[in-house]
């Protein structure tokens, strides 16, 4: 049976790592033809490569990744596209869907889990998603007083995000996430987007399986 070819798009490259890492068992199936963590050579790297699925993240640098997902299928429509973000909005998931994908993996996927997922989604024709937030991470973020909103966009902040991408990717103002930030900040007892990411991570509201299998193998 032929191996799939896969292309990579992730503007972290230890997240790179962890998908190939995640694959290893699965080389027999999988094919990585190519990676990038930049949104604007993945149209050119998908022309040259010919992969059967792009893995693509939501932010990336120079050109987003539901831009890319626009682009690649109006110009390869026989490409499936597999959006692998950590943001957790509703509203963002179904437009990636409306634009085209054929699944929104979350980051928060069991690495074990993951060419199971990307089988699915080569496979099926049914729009899914997979990797649901582990349960802690709403919880503790309750107890913080945090809404859905609010834990959303400490969870772009996780992701490292500016306030202007932040606002282009959950279609806010960015007056309107300066005023969440600053409800987030207050709730959490920190001054600065950095002490909220590290409080968010030592208090289990931010957590990414995919990055800590790729430092447990490191």
Known sequence: ??????????????????IRLSLQDASDEFEIVGTTSRGTQVLPL????????????????????????????????DVKVVILSGLEDPEIVRTAFARGATAFIRKHIDPRDLPSALRQ??????????GASPAA??????DAGLSERELTIL?????GLSNKQ??????????????HLTNIYRKLGVATRTEAVRHAYAHGMLESPLLEHAGSAA
């Open 155 to 159: 969870h772009a902040l996780g992701d």
């Open 137 to 142: 991470e709403p919880e503790a973020g309750r």
């Open 166 to 179: 932040i606002a282009k990717q959950l279609w806010l103002a960015e007056q309107t996430v300066k005023f």
């Open 46 to 77: 998908v022309s040259q490569a010919q992969p059967d699925l792009v893995l693509l993240d939501l932010r990336m640098p120079a050109m987003d990744g539901l831009a890319c997902l626009e682009q690649i299928r109006k110009r390869h429509p």
């Open 1 to 18: 049976m032929r191996r799939l070819k896969l292309l990579l798009a992730d503007d972290h490259q230890l997240m790179l790592e962890a």
């Open 121 to 130: 989604a080569i496979e099926g024709t049914v729009f899914q998603t997979f």
